[in-house]
């Protein structure tokens, strides 16, 4: 598969605005699980891409450290908020394995892990990621 940069950032803004209308369907189901969980993929997909504008993201499921090589590339005013993105998806990249095992050492399985304040927390994350793409998106097509 060839890589097509315009193509691959349209993808990766349609995810994860599909995975943040997903997280807020399950937060009005009172599926905190699920809200969480796609939450952060919500917040990787906004990470990667912004990464896209510049190369191939990887599969992994913290994209912080890509987003952070690529921040000086954007240009100083665009720099900070590329790392304000990475931050954000790389608070939530944990709950990527936490919301499909638990935390097996404990016996805890994933809906146990999470209640309305994580659900809360981490939909306001989402929505802060997709908010700075969308910012960083619009100046880089002027």
Known sequence: MKFNPAREVEYRVQ???EYLEDAENRFGSNDHKG???????????????????R???????????????IASQLGSELAGKATKLAELSSQLAPEHGRTTYGEPDQFKTPRMLYDLDSANRAIAIAREAIEIMNQILAALEK
Do not use: M
Not at 42 to 51: D, F, L, P, R
Not at 56 to 69: I, K, M, N, V, Y
């Open 55 to 69: 190369r191939t993201p990887t599969w992994g499921h913290d994209p912080s450290a890509e987003l952070f090589q």
């Open 15 to 17: 995810l994860a605005r």
């Open 35 to 53: 809200c969480v969980q796609y939450s952060q993929l919500a917040a990787e997909n906004s990470a990667k891409a912004v990464i896209a504008t």
